[in-house]
């Protein structure tokens, strides 16, 4: 084990960059006892804990936060709060797992642009008084208010599909037979999914005239 100043010409310096929950402070120490030498960086976690931690967990987000806030999320996720199983239970922990998990197939445009959950809805039963105390059904889904803001209750409301496209950055603007509408409107017109259309368009490439012609095929 080798300990002493940090050498620039062995390893990048990451000193003061930010890696999920933790923030690189110092480099701690070099580990010869593995092949080519392990890194290991002081890291300051967002509850204010120091841990040294291997540089490489940290930097490829195998590990996001220190060891006791790691054990927090985890009592989160399996503590039955008498929701578990509802679709409020699963808007919930949709909403923890984007902002927190890097591996969520979601966390790239939440987590990793730095959106965060507020302390107070960490808890379920808090994040279930809000939800029905402003209007929540089964038929909405969570909205931020300002989209590029982060999860707490005076930037979010619960909000129709419809209402969500809409508030969303880069609102999509369709033009066709003469009209121009945003996309989600269109959809309400023709009675189509909005998300239907969203991929025929900008998943598959398909032209305006198809997307809006080809009627959705039915499961048998």
């Known amino acids: 084990m080798v300990r002493g100043v940090f050498q620039p010409n062995k390893t990048r310096d990451i000193t003061g960059l930010r890696f999920n929950n933790l923030t690189a402070v110092r ?8 092949k080519g030498g392990q890194h290991y960086w002081l890291f300051r976690c967002d509850c204010g ?18 060891a006791d806030c790691s054990r927090k999320r985890k009592a989160l996720v399996n503590t039955k709060h008498g929701g578990v199983g509802t679709r409020l239970y699963r808007e919930w922990a949709g909403i923890i ?3 927190t998990n890097p591996k969520d197939t979601s966390w790239e445009r939440y987590g990793a642009k730095g959106v965060t959950v507020c302390d107070e809805w960490l808890s379920f039963p ?7 105390a ?3 059904d089964d038929s ?3 909205d931020r208010i300002n989209p590029n803001g982060n ?3 005076s930037n979010c409301r619960w909000a129709s599909v419809r209402e969500q496209a809409n508030n969303k950055q880069g609102t999509l603007w369709i033009e066709y037979g003469g009209e121009r509408m945003q996309l989600s409107y269109w959809a309400d017109r023709l009675g189509l999914p ?7 368009l900008h998943r598959y490439g398909w032209s305006v005239e198809r997307a809006f012609a080809e009627p959705v095929r039915r499961a048998l």
């Open 27 to 34: 480099f701690d120490h070099r580990d010869e006892r593995v």
């Open 49 to 66: 804990n120091e841990v040294v931690l291997r540089k490489n967990s940290v930097t490829s987000n195998n590990t996001t936060c220190c």
């Open 97 to 99: 797992q984007r902002c």
């Open 126 to 132: 808090a994040f279930r008084e809000w939800a029905y």
């Open 134 to 136: 402003n209007g929540y």
């Open 140 to 142: 909405l889904t969570i």
């Open 151 to 153: 999860y707490e209750p």
């Open 194 to 200: 909005y998300h239907t259309l969203y991929d025929r």
